[in-house]
């Protein structure tokens, strides 16, 4: 299928790390044990979480199925040990992607995260944010000219949480009618094309990770590929 063509093959490994590296802020080394260290660092923002579960995630997993999971940033008083690691894996939890200080994107059932807070080692539970989930340039929807299309569609990577297969993250892209153009196995994410208009409903998916515009470096190879599925005509 054409649709399926690989995109920017000669530039993947430069792609991986572009995408890999903006899901958080910059890398900074942990201060010693004061406000600065319980502070989450994320490309969007940084903040001190409160202690406990906040009410924002509480609705969350009130709102959905007892047996479903839900990605929720967590927020630990020190690096987890391998004992901590293996009781947290014994209750079914996935640690999903680290997040700067002492935080995870986790996976969790949703009938285990009342367990979770009664951890010692657990010093906060949060929502994980659309807004969270988009590169700067995503948020402010200031794209590029060679990534659009003339009916207001956009050439984007969307990351998906790790636990998340690709053929799901697949069907629910093209639930909003986007266009699957490559996957990236490495690092679970997607080459989409996608209307703008669609952009705030995907990053509000409980399976995304992040939403990235795609790099300069594929530029050429998306002219033909516009050439060759009729992009501009749909």
Do not use: C
Not at 171 to 199: D, H
């Amino acid at each position: 299928m054409i649709l399926r063509k690989k995109v920017a093959i000669n530039g993947l490994i430069l792609v991986l790390f572009i995408v890999i590296f903006s899901i958080f802020s910059l890398a900074i080394d942990t201060p010693s044990f004061n406000n600065e260290s319980t502070k989450i660092l994320l490309k969007y923002k940084q903040f001190i979480p409160e202690k406990g579960i906040s009410i924002d995630a509480q609705q969350l997993i009130n709102s959905r199925e007892a047996e479903a999971r839900t990605h929720l940033l967590v927020q630990f008083n020190s690096d987890l040990n391998e004992d901590n690691k293996k009781e947290l894996e014994n209750l079914g939890i996935k640690l999903v992607a680290y997040i700067p200080n002492n935080a995870w994107y986790v996976s969790v059932p949703n009938n285990r995260v009342n367990e979770l807070l009664t951890k010692n080692y657990v010093r906060a539970i949060d929502v994980i944010q659309p807004e969270y989930k988009k590169s700067e340039l995503v948020r402010t929807k200031n794209f590029e000219q060679w990534t659009l299309t003339e009916d207001n569609g956009v050439y984007l990577f969307v990351k998906f949480h790790r636990d998340i297969s690709l053929d799901i993250a697949e069907n629910l892209i093209t639930s909003f009618e986007g266009i699957v153009i490559n996957r990236i196995e490495f690092i679970n994410a997607l080459t989409v094309l996608l209307n703008q208009n669609k952009i705030d409903s995907i990053s509000e998916l409980d399976e995304v990770q992040w939403i990235e515009e795609i790099p300069p470096l594929v530029e050429d190879k998306l002219d033909k590929s516009k050439s060759a599925i009729s992009v501009n005509t749909l």
